[in-house]
């Protein structure tokens, strides 16, 4: 066991309390179901961007942008192809007990551009 490893229980716990008191009036209201969309990107070297998100009354938070990157993660890991845009439409939901629900349908973005030679 390392010291850090000694201390990261306590240091976690104080960083939650942190984010709470900085941050708690952005919060999602738990079991509040907000409706709406975000847009990301999955670009060509591996690397995911989160473009947009608009949903209902929900302002940006600690715990929103944890939620919104970790669902952008497992959706890439299980069936996005590099270089592609996404649209989620649905309903995003915090629960008490910390974790979240994005439910909605995810659809590729064709986007048309022209290339340049010369």
């Known amino acids: 066991m390392t010291l850090a490893d000694a201390f990261a229980k306590s240091e976690a716990v104080y960083r939650a309390q942190i984010e709470a008191h900085t941050f708690g009036h952005l919060a999602p209201e738990p079991r509040r179901v907000y409706h709406g969309h975000m847009l990301f990107a999955f670009g060509c070297f591996g690397d995911h961007q989160i473009i947009e998100t608009d949903f209902d009354d929900l302002p940006s938070s600690p715990w929103f942008f944890d939620d919104i990157n970790d669902f952008v993660s497992r ?44």
């Open 75 to 118: 959706f890439i890991e299980k069936k996005a192809e590099r270089g592609t845009l996404y649209k989620f439409e649905g309903h995003y939901i915090k629960f008490k007990n910390g974790r979240y629900a994005m439910r909605g349908v995810t659809n590729v973005v064709r986007v048309d551009y022209a290339r340049r030679t010369g």
